[in-house]
């Protein structure tokens, strides 16, 4: 069975700290999605990730995307309270159908 | 642009009732999805489209139903609701290559 794991699952931050999203697949991908949702609100994209070793940047999140150890992250730099969120990655097993398989989410709430 | 616009917003449905959710998107992207999301977790895919005339399972069909017969629209059909069914429904639009999928607002549906 197809799977994608993030962890944490909850991550609870000060303001001004440091900190990393991981996001674990099952299966062959060279393309992943970060969106980002705020509460009671559609998703966002954040970033697009097409290739092994691909490293996007905006403001103060960063993903990366490892393809031969499946695992992509997306790190958090000098965190602010505005980046509270939940965070999710995708994996694109659909080819040029595009279809995505979900992470179950990271909450990140960031404290002032 | 609209972008994807998903109506109506929030409903209530007694079990074995039907109801169509609609999806209509103003950018002519081909590909077109639709997904739920069950409180705290991911986005799964229902059913998605390559293109007016053309439709294919996603993950959980069981219970749904999709037409395409434009490139705008794409409604989803509940033929008889169950308590299951009780979720958020997204809508979501790409273009050609390897875009982002943009999605609508959300449909929040309850059924008793």
């Known amino acids: 069975e197809l799977k994608v794991e993030q962890n944490p699952l909850f991550l609870s931050m000060q303001e001004g700290k440091n900190y990393t999203i991981y996001c674990n697949y099952s299966?062959?991908?060279?393309?992943l999605y970060w969106y980002r949702q705020d509460p009671g609100k559609s998703l966002e994209s954040l970033f697009v990730?097409?290739?092994?070793?691909a490293v996007k940047q905006e403001g103060r999140l960063m993903a990366s995307l490892d393809t031969k150890a499946r695992l992509s992250t997306l790190h958090i730099t000098a965190a602010v309270h505005d980046l509270s969120a939940t965070y999710f990655c995708?994996?694109?097993?659909?080819?040029?159908?595009?279809?995505?398989?979900f992470g179950t989410g990271t909450l990140l709430a960031v404290q002032p | 642009n609209a972008g994807v616009t998903q109506t109506p917003k929030f409903r209530i449905l007694k079990i074995g009732q039907s109801m169509t959710l609609q999806c209509t998107q103003d950018?002519?992207?081909?590909?077109m999805y639709w997904y739920r999301q069950d409180p705290g977790m991911g986005l799964k895919l229902i059913y998605y489209?390559?293109?007016?005339?053309?439709?294919d399972k996603g993950e959980v069909p069981n219970g749904y139903n999709v037409s395409r017969s434009t490139t705008e629209d794409f409604p989803l059909r509940l033929e008889l609701a169950a308590p299951s069914q009780t979720s958020v429904y997204f809508c979501?639009?790409?273009?050609?290559?390897?875009?982002?999928?943009?999605f609508g607002d959300g449909t929040r549906l309850s059924i008793l």
């Open positions: 979501a639009s790409r273009t050609w290559g390897l875009q982002p999928q943009h």
């Open positions: 299966t062959t991908s060279d393309r």
């Open positions: 990730l097409l290739s092994n070793g």
């Open positions: 995708a994996v694109d097993i659909g080819g040029a159908t595009n279809k995505l398989i």
């Open positions: 950018m002519n992207h081909n590909y």
């Open positions: 489209s390559v293109g007016a005339g053309i439709t």
